[in-house]
């Protein structure tokens, strides 16, 4: 059983930058998925099994940079600039696979998400 656990969420005032990690055990191909309050849950990025391959949203690129280290089983999202359309629960997500995917239901694990609220 493969089991995600996100950190790093917060408070952050608009323009502000926080990085979230998310804890996995074996290698999948990853991403980040986020939804606020009353929206569905929409693909942030993505990253294959090696690292090799990155996936943004139209909505992040330039702003969001994921990143892994394999060695430590952990996946990153450094978030920069951020705004308050960026408020939401980010959801870090493992598949079996090896290239990126923005499809939700290519995943097969997911953790409990990580609030991360940005103030105007």
């Known amino acids: 059983q493969v089991q995600l656990v996100e950190s790093g969420g917060g408070l952050v005032q608009a323009g502000g930058s926080l990085r979230l990690a998310c804890a996995a055990s074996?290698?999948?191909?990853m991403a980040w998925f986020r939804q606020a309050p009353g929206k569905e849950r929409e693909f942030v990025a993505a990253?294959?099994?090696?690292?090799?391959?990155?996936e943004y949203a139209d909505s992040v690129k330039g702003r969001f940079t994921i990143s892994r280290d394999n060695a430590k089983n952990t996946m990153y999202l450094q978030m920069i600039s951020l705004k308050p359309e960026d408020t939401a629960v980010y959801y870090c997500?493992?598949?079996?696979?090896?290239?990126?995917?923005?499809?939700?239901?290519?995943?097969?694990?997911w953790g409990q998400g990580t609030q991360v609220t940005v103030s105007s």
């Open positions: 997500a493992g598949g079996r696979g090896v290239g990126t995917t923005a499809r939700p239901s290519d995943y097969d694990y």
């Open positions: 074996g290698g999948y191909r």
């Open positions: 990253i294959s099994r090696y690292g090799s391959t990155r």
